[in-house]
Nanobody
Framework: VQLQAYGGGLVQPGGSLRLSCAASGSIRRIDDMGWYRQAPGNQRELVARITSGGTTHYTDSVKGRFTIVRDNAKNTVNLQMNSLEPEDTAVYYC??????????????WGQGTLVTVSS
């Protein structure tokens, strides 16, 4: 099983970016999917999560600015980030809780994509 993340980059404050993540491999079912981030010197923190049924959870600092969406048929999860602030600068990681065809359940992580918000 692999998670591949895309979409990071440099953006000015107030701008937007869209992160995408695709899961592939021997996947029987994907439960929760989410995005985490880690800024220099900080611990990795949850940004947003979404259940297979579409229930979402956001950390307070991104509520109203970020939107997480998933496509269960394509095994993808996207994070639309609007009104970006310098404090959003971090490496963003996608995460998925996956049950494989061999009945193994694990948390999988993407490789991380850097988001830099700066003028």
């Amino acid at each position: 099983v692999q998670l591949q993340a895309y979409g990071g980059g440099l953006v000015q404050p107030g701008g937007s970016l869209r992160l995408s993540c695709a899961a592939s491999g021997s996947i029987r079912r994907i439960d929760d999917m989410g995005w985490y981030r880690q800024a220099p010197g900080n611990q990795r923190e949850l940004v947003a999560r979404i259940t297979s049924g579409g229930t979402t959870h956001y950390t307070d600092s991104v509520k109203g600015r970020f939107t997480i969406v998933r496509d269960n048929a394509k095994n993808t999860v996207n994070l639309q980030m609007n009104s970006l602030e310098p404090e959003d600068t971090a490496v963003y990681y996608c995460n998925a809780n996956i049950l494989t065809y061999s009945w193994q359940r694990s948390d999988y992580w993407g490789q991380g994509t850097l988001v830099t918000v700066s003028s």
